[in-house]
């Protein structure tokens, strides 16, 4: 199984803070996807890659970028975080394979509070 | 616009089934997946469809019919840890992206 890891569970920033969210998987899988997970509204695509360097926005890519350096990293940028920021960030990651395309496979998520 | 649409929670009996339905409205359509969810956890793949028809995955089965833009993941004997949240998610045709429900409640009682 794929195993895709987040680089913290639980975050706390202030508001206008720069705030870096990492995804790191150790498959070779090329495409990777941020969403967030708000109750009510299910999960949300911000953005996604299908390689490196490559990158393409989601539905609601407003006041975060992103970058793929390398293949396993995937990492999401708040440039200056707001309160309605707040939420629960999740890495994906699905292969590049026509036929596994389906199955996608989640991070633990970080649950980010901008105060 | 790209939407799917799910119940937003179900309650059914330990033992019992329960299906909980999706329908979409999406552009490019290729499959329907399924994710359940248990709190504080992260979504778990369960079963896709690409085809129309019944996919059977030991208690879990999913069903899709394209012309009724339609699905439905149904779950028999029913257990107290099947209690968690279940997401219906489209994906389109490029195969990048896929969007998802807004995701059902499923309580199971005893």
């Known amino acids: 199984d794929v195993k895709v890891t987040q680089s913290s569970r639980y975050l706390v920033k202030r508001t206008g803070e720069k705030v870096f969210l990492e995804c790191v998987q150790d498959m070779d899988h090329e495409n990777m996807f941020w969403y967030r997970q708000d109750p009510g509204l299910g999960l949300r695509l911000i953005y996604f890659s299908y390689d490196v360097k490559m990158k393409e926005k989601g539905d609601i890519p407003e006041g975060y970028s992103v970058s793929r350096e390398k293949k396993e990293r995937f990492s999401l940028i708040l440039e200056s975080a707001s309160t309605n920021q707040t939420s629960m960030y999740l890495c994906?990651?699905?292969?590049?394979?026509?036929?596994?395309?389906?199955?996608?496979?989640f991070g633990p998520g970080t649950r980010l509070t901008v105060l | 616009g790209q939407s799917l649409e799910q119940p937003s929670e179900v309650t059914a009996v330990e033992g019992a089934i329960v299906q909980i339905n999706c329908t979409y409205q999406?552009?490019?359509?290729?499959?329907l997946s399924w994710y359940q969810q248990h709190d504080g956890g992260a979504p778990t793949f369960l079963s896709y469809n690409a085809l129309d028809g019944l996919e059977e995955t030991g208690r879990f089965s999913s069903f899709l019919s394209r012309s009724d833009s339609y699905g439905y993941l149904l779950l028999q004997e029913l257990q107290m840890k099947d209690s968690a949240s279940y997401f219906c998610?489209?994906?389109?045709?490029?195969?990048?992206?896929?969007?998802f429900g807004a995701g059902t409640r499923l309580f199971v009682k005893a």
């Open positions: 998610a489209a994906l389109n045709t490029g195969g990048f992206k896929t969007i």
């Open positions: 994906a990651v699905t292969s590049g394979t026509s036929g596994r395309r389906d199955t996608q496979y």
């Open positions: 999406t552009s490019g359509f290729y499959g």
